[in-house]
């Protein structure tokens, strides 16, 4: 009975930790804070047009929130989101997904399991005068989420089928 | 710069007229955007692109459409009363935590549409952004694959030598 409560207590504490963050900064004048929840199948049929997986797994999602900084990357205010949001992923059990570089820009995506088969999916990216934190939370698993953002969910399979008469 | 200051205040107090609210969106769309305005420059752009939205489908199959639904009207109505009151109870029952908001220089804009265009936009250029950066290593596997086709062949004369090896064994 301790040790559930206990698990319940430390997984309250995480996503408060990332919840906190998000209260924190989206008072912040100098950010554009949107959040969707309420009606997501409606966003998710928009969002996935005519791939039918990619709805199904649009529509397991639960809420999104975007908090959107507008900035010089050197700025004081860029540093210390930076630096809170490495803190929210080291004790948060966040494992990277994916990272990708492309002339100056930046995207990190983490991803976590929490409660009830639940899932948090954190996307950072960071270009010249931007930076964005995109946190999306459902009933999704990894790859459902990878899928999201897949191209028309393309693998790479290196020796493909019937190629090899 | 004041000016402009003024108008958005007044804009967000939703007190501009029509020929106020032209000139904000010329301004914004003009390039010559302030750097402490730059930050609303997103709103006036989703609404520049909500502009050049066209329908999905023609007029006439709408209001065809229109038509049969007044048909099915009262049959429907009680289902659609039903299902009301299931979501009421529900709403009261399990309240939202989520809203559909978004929060602009401390303005809170209570628009979903907008809060969704803005996800929408986002997400997308999240997907733009990882297909670009992935498009090298795509690349670079479907070159590898090509490379790898020979070795298909190897690996099926392998199986055939393994199947003569094993009938020759047999015979003996």
């Known amino acids: 009975m301790t040790v559930v409560a206990l698990i319940l207590l430390v997984t309250a504490t995480k996503a408060q930790t990332l919840q906190s963050l998000f209260e924190k900064y989206s008072e912040d004048e100098r950010f554009t804070y949107v959040t969707v929840g309420n009606g997501m199948m409606n966003f998710a049929s928009k969002f996935a047009g005519s791939d ?24 004081s205010i860029m540093k210390s989101i930076t630096q809170e949001l490495d803190k929210v992923v080291e004790t948060g059990n966040f494992e990277t997904a994916v990272e990708a570089r492309e002339k100056g820009e930046r995207v990190h995506i983490y991803y976590r399991l929490t409660a009830n088969d639940n899932a948090d999916m954190l996307i950072v990216t960071k270009e010249k005068n931007e930076f964005s934190l995109i946190w999306i939370s459902g009933k999704m698993s990894k790859e459902e989420m990878m899928h999201t953002f897949s191209n028309n969910g393309k693998t790479i399979n290196l020796f493909e089928q019937g190629e090899n008469s | 710069m004041e000016i402009m200051n003024e108008l958005l205040e007044k804009y967000f107090r939703g007190e501009t007229s029509v020929d106020e609210e032209t000139e904000l969106k010329q301004y914004f769309k003009s390039g010559n955007v302030s750097s402490e305005l730059k930050i609303y420059s997103s709103l006036f752009e989703v609404f520049d692109s909500e502009i050049n939205e066209k329908a999905n489908k023609p007029l006439i199959k709408v209001i065809q459409n229109q038509r049969k639904q007044k048909r099915i009207w009262i049959r429907t109505f009680a289902y659609t009363g039903i299902a009301a009151s299931l979501t009421l109870l529900l709403f009261l029952k399990f309240p939202f935590q989520v809203d559909n908001y978004a929060v602009v220089s401390g303005n809170k804009i209570e628009d979903t549409e907008f809060a969704e265009k803005y996800v929408e936009k986002k997400l997308n250029h999240v997907k733009d952004m990882l297909n670009k950066s992935m498009t090298p290593m795509n690349d670079s596997f479907e070159n590898l694959r090509k490379d790898l086709r020979p070795m298909n062949k190897l690996i099926n004369v392998k199986v055939k030598m393994d199947e003569l090896q094993n009938l020759i064994q047999i015979k003996k």
Do not use: P, Q
């Open chain 1, 52 to 75: 039918k997986k990619g709805k199904e797994m649009m529509s397991k999602m639960k809420s999104v929130k975007i908090l959107t900084l507008s900035d010089e990357t050197n700025s």
